[in-house]
Nanobody
Framework: QVQLVESGGGTAQSGGSLSLSCVVS????????LGWFRQIPWRQREMVAT????????RYADSVRGRFTISNDRATNTVKLQMTSLQPEDSGTYYC??????????WGRGIVVTVSP
């Protein structure tokens, strides 16, 4: 089993930057994809960015491409999301996600990001 501990986030002004970190522990060798998702009130949870752990292939939602960067630090088993040019619509609860080769998913507890106009 994999455990995920998120940190970072908080409040930023429009145009500002924030970063999120997620430390992955446990049986990480079964993990294929790591990622960040977010949930905005009254909307379904959506993918923000993902990275394949071994080959570091990345995917981004259209709404964040060019502004957010996901990375995986193998030395510390930390997946990071660097967010720049933040907009109020980026506000929400961000969740770290790990998916195994078998498709089993683990979620972090969530961390709040608030972007003021």
């Amino acid at each position: 089993q994999v455990q995920l501990v998120e940190s970072g986030g908080g409040t930023a002004q429009s145009g500002g930057s924030l970063s999120l970190s997620c430390v992955v522990s446990g049986n990480i060798f079964k993990t294929n994809v790591l990622g960040w998702f977010r949930q905005i009130p009254w909307r379904q949870r959506e993918m923000v960015a993902t990275i394949q752990r071994n080959v570091e292939f990345t995917r981004y939602a259209d709404s964040v491409r060019g502004r957010f960067t996901i990375s995986n630090d193998r030395a510390t088993n930390t997946v990071k999301l660097q967010m720049t040019s933040l907009q109020p619509e980026d506000s929400g609860t961000y969740y770290c996600n790990a998916r195994t080769y078998e498709g089993v998913e683990t979620w972090g507890r969530g961390i709040v990001v608030t972007v003021s106009p």
